[in-house]
């Protein structure tokens, strides 16, 4: 028997929704698959995201779970449209399930805001610098698996420079800047690229600097998606053994707290760009 492909991130949410709003209206999977004409384990793996579902079946459930919300309907409706493959699908077998959810995450954002407070934010990375934090895991990386994980994190920037590229506010800490990954050379070359970056109409880079002190998310990388309705928001946290996701009310209103803070505390676009060129010079 032919295995399942496993999920990407986009499909298991879209299951998870599906499931939270039977659930809200206090309905059973048994009553779902009499609506759908399946049978309960169908529903159940439609609601793990194991099994594809389609736009006329979200308008029943919704219609039928007696969902008001038109926008809410409509944005699930967009995430069940699997009729188009996405760039990072070249890559499904070679790399990391995770690394190719980031990237569909972001495409599909309205909105992407990152903490970042060792390393400059995958978005706005250069070869060489991506390569050399790419280097530097234990166990280390096969150099074949090294070279297209920065093929795919560079065509993941591409996000930026499309129409209708979402807004994206990268969110720095001083020493991330400071951080010599590749040595001096690489390090002088991402920070002028941080700057040319930083003169998009669409990116806004801020820097915290070491005068703030402690500050909350200390040690988090983030990266805060905001969804085409906010019920789809999604914050995608760094780890050693991979990149985690979480969409509970209370971790997002966490993180938007957060981020908040960083904005609040933050040197402004400007003021941001002039000390970034600063640290180069001192490079």
Known sequence: MPTRPTPSERQRRLGAELRSMRLAAGRTTEYAAGLLG????????????????????????????????????????????????????????TLPQRLLDVAELEWFATRL?????????????????????????????????????????????????????????????????????????TTRE?????????????????????????????????LYAHGAVPQLDTVQLDSAHGGEFTHADAQLAKYRAHMDWWHAESLDRQASRDFMHDIARQL
């Open 190 to 222: 991402q920070l002028q690229h941080l700057c040319e970056m930083s003169e998009m109409e669409n990116v806004d880079i801020r820097v915290l600097t070491t005068d703030v002190g402690a500050f909350p998310g200390a040690g988090h990388a983030v």
């Open 113 to 185: 805001r990152t903490l970042q407070t060792v390393h400059v934010p995958g978005l706005l990375q250069l070869s060489g610098y991506a390569r050399a934090i790419f280097d530097a895991a234990l166990p280390p990386l096969p150099k074949s698996e090294v070279e297209l994980r920065v093929a795919q994190r560079i065509q993941r920037q591409q996000v930026l420079e499309r129409d209708n590229a979402p807004h994206y506010i990268a969110y720095v800490h001083e020493w991330a800047l400071r951080m010599q990954f590749g040595g001096r050379r």
């Open 38 to 93: 399946l049978d309960r384990t169908k529903v159940s793996n439609m609601e793990t995201g194991v099994r594809a579902t389609s736009a006329e079946r979200i308008r029943i459930l919704a219609s039928n779970y007696d969902c008001a919300d038109h926008a809410y309907v409509e944005a699930l409706v967009a995430m069940a449209d699997s009729g188009k493959r996405g760039w990072w699908e070249q890559y499904r077998g």
